[in-house]
Structures are given as C-alpha cells and as structure tokens.
C-alpha cells in the first residue's frame, strides 16, 4: 500500500511539474484537474497486473502500469477534461512516467535486496 501511495505521490508531482512549465497554476485544484486522469489510470494499472504482490517488479508489472496509467489517463484527459493529448504530450508524458514509476520500482528493489 505504502509504494501505491508513492506511485501517486508521482503522478502528481509529473502533474505539478506539468502545470509549472506551462503555467496553468499549482493550486490543488489545478493540480488534482491534471493528476486525476493519470491517478485513475495509474490504480487500474496496478488492479490489472496486482503489483500488491510485487510492487517492485519492473516487468512485466512496472511496464504494464506505465503503459496502462498513461493511456488511460490520455484517453480521460480527452474525453472528459478541456485538456487534449497532441503527440508531444504524450511522448513527454510516457517518458516522464516511466521515469518516476519505473524508477520508483528500480529504487524499491536495490533497497530490498541490500536487506
């Protein structure tokens, strides 16, 4: 649960990062408008492959959540905010993505091992 909440944690901070370099505000509001889609996705990303049982797991649990995360989160982003999804976005969007939640799990499991 711990490392799911830090998933999240993230997911926001890519949002915040988001909304300082374009200027769209970092006011909870403004920031939960932008996290939300990708907290939605992000939490069936970890339902679909179960990343409870090894949430440190890279493959195929890490690369599923990123994937799922981003494009539902793309995919919600579109159809129920006024943001869109061009190209760029989404590059920016999956690459900064699986840095944090790829390199969260890389953490994760250097730690557990050392253990």
Do not use: Y
Not at 23 to 50: H, K, N, Q
Not at 93 to 114: E, H, K, N, P, Y
């Amino acid at each position: 649960m711990v490392l799911l909440l830090l998933d999240a944690a993230l997911v926001v901070l890519f949002a915040v990062a988001g909304n300082r370099s374009h200027s769209t505000g970092l006011s909870v509001s403004d920031v939960a408008g932008t996290a939300w889609p990708f907290l939605i996705g992000l939490l069936l990303g970890w339902a679909l492959t179960r990343s409870w049982h090894q949430p440190s797991r890279l493959w195929p649990e890490g690369v599923v959540v990123v994937l799922v995360t981003v494009a539902l989160g793309m995919t919600l982003r579109v159809l129920l905010t006024d943001g869109g999804s061009p190209l760029s976005f989404v590059a920016v969007a999956t690459g900064s993505l699986a840095l944090l939640l790829l390199g969260r799990r890389l953490v994760s499991s250097q730690m557990l091992r050392r253990r």
